[in-house]
């Protein structure tokens, strides 16, 4: 048995945590201080880091927590990154016995080059950890590489069961479902969903982990062939229709939105 809680840290961040009530995995430790609290409050031991990029706010904690806990660090393997202990590739799986869990790497550029998730078919409902790839009703910034690499990053996760939680490392939900209703005001699911994130914010709940579903029925960037999201795209002078072209143009409005 395992339980996943947020460790809060820096503005917006969430450090997710797995625990069995002794061990603990965190995934993409940006700050030390709160997991460090966190385990001494709730006496548990760091057993292992999961990295699925190499931004600080992603991985600015592991050297300290390495210093009091020697524990593996699972990554992509990259010159920038020096924090991996545990180099892991696509395709690769990693056996959590103390957690009866397998997470296995997908590989997600787009954001940054070396984007990886982790992705575990062994829990009910399944669950995704995709740092800064997928979002509350977003998707992240093209930092590296092609925007196409992001889409098709998008695309393969989409693939996933409808059921997968997705733990994504920033609460960015409302402020992506403002954008998300500016692209589709007829969606009705959507609408449902701005209210709900209101109330969980305002009760400083966190929004995330959504479900593969709920994104696909919400998130623009999962919802390229819908003809509203077109009929905006195609006012701001898009005239490519393609899945590969609305993307892209989607993702210049977010930022510049
Ligand atoms: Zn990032």
């Known amino acids: 048995m395992f339980k996943i809680i947020a460790i809060p840290a820096f503005q917006d961040n969430y450090i997710w945590a797995i625990h069995n009530n002794h061990h603990v995995i965190v995934v993409d430790p940006g700050d030390a201080v709160p997991v460090l609290a966190y385990l001494a409050t709730e006496n548990l031991i760091l057993s292992g880091i999961f990295c699925t990029h190499r931004h600080n706010d992603h991985v600015g904690g592991i050297e300290k927590l390495r210093a009091v806990y020697n524990v ?38 787009g ?6 998730a982790f992705f575990s078919a062994q829990s009910t409902p399944e669950i995704l950890f995709c740092g800064d790839v997928l979002f509350g009703a977003g998707c992240g910034k093209n930092f590296e590489g092609e925007v196409e690499a992001l889409h098709c990053s998008l695309q393969r996760l989409a693939q996933l069961p409808d ?27 959507m609408q449902q969903r701005i209210i709900e994130t209101k109330t969980l ?31 905006n795209l195609q006012k701001q002078g898009l005239t490519d229709f393609t899945s590969g072209a609305v993307f892209k143009a989607l993702r210049k409005w977010r930022d510049c939105f």
């Open 72 to 109: 593996p660090v699972y990554g992509r393997q990259h010159p920038l990154n020096s924090h991996i202990s545990h180099p892991v590739v696509h395709g690769e799986k990693i056996m959590l016995d103390a957690f009866n869990l397998v997470f296995e790497i997908i590989d997600v550029p």
């Open 201 to 231: 914010r305002d009760a400083n709940t966190p929004t995330v982990p959504s479900t593969l579903a709920l994104e696909k029925a919400t998130n623009p960037f999962l919802r390229c062939e819908q003809q509203e999201i077109i009929k």
């Open 111 to 116: 954001h940054l080059d070396d984007h990886i």
């Open 163 to 189: 059921s997968t939680l997705i733990y994504c490392a920033h609460e960015y939900t409302a402020s992506n479902l403002r954008f998300a209703a500016l692209c589709e005001p007829g969606n009705l699911v």
